[in-house]
């Protein structure tokens, strides 16, 4: 049974970092291009960024670029998402997933965590 956890969500002020993680289990982690959305109440997935199985291939939709940083431990099982200078706008609840293709659409991921919510408060 393959499972993604993720934690590190919370409430923050404008201009903080936080840093998102997601644990995997159940499934060959390395074997996993992953990935991070995000949705706000009211609006679809979004597409944050994503990464290769090794590390490498790393690739981030155009608001987060420069702020926010993905990565991955293959020895833990474990994807990262580094969150600095955040903005209300990026107030969502966050989802790591995991897929064996390479895309940024959420219907191209096969495995998905149960989410934890980002608050960033102006």
């Known amino acids: 049974q393959v499972q993604l956890v993720e934690s590190g969500g919370g409430l923050v002020q404008a201009g903080g970092s936080l840093r998102l993680s997601c644990a995997a289990s159940?499934?060959?982690?390395?074997?996993?291009?992953m990935a991070w959305f995000r949705q706000a109440a009211g609006t679809e997935r979004e597409f944050v960024a994503r990464?290769?199985?090794?590390?490498?291939?790393?690739y981030y939709e155009d608001s987060v670029k420069g702020r926010f940083t993905i990565s991955r431990d293959n020895a833990k099982n474990t994807v990262y998402l580094q969150m600095y200078s955040l903005i209300p706008e990026d107030t969502a609840a966050y989802y790591c997933?995991?897929?064996?293709?390479?895309?940024?659409?959420?219907?191209?991921?096969?495995?998905w965590g149960q989410g934890t919510q980002v608050t960033v408060s102006s």
């Open positions: 997933a995991a897929t064996r293709t390479y895309g940024t659409r959420w219907v191209e991921y096969d495995y």
């Open positions: 159940g499934l060959t982690f390395s074997s996993y291009k």
């Open positions: 990464i290769g199985w090794s590390g490498g291939n790393r």
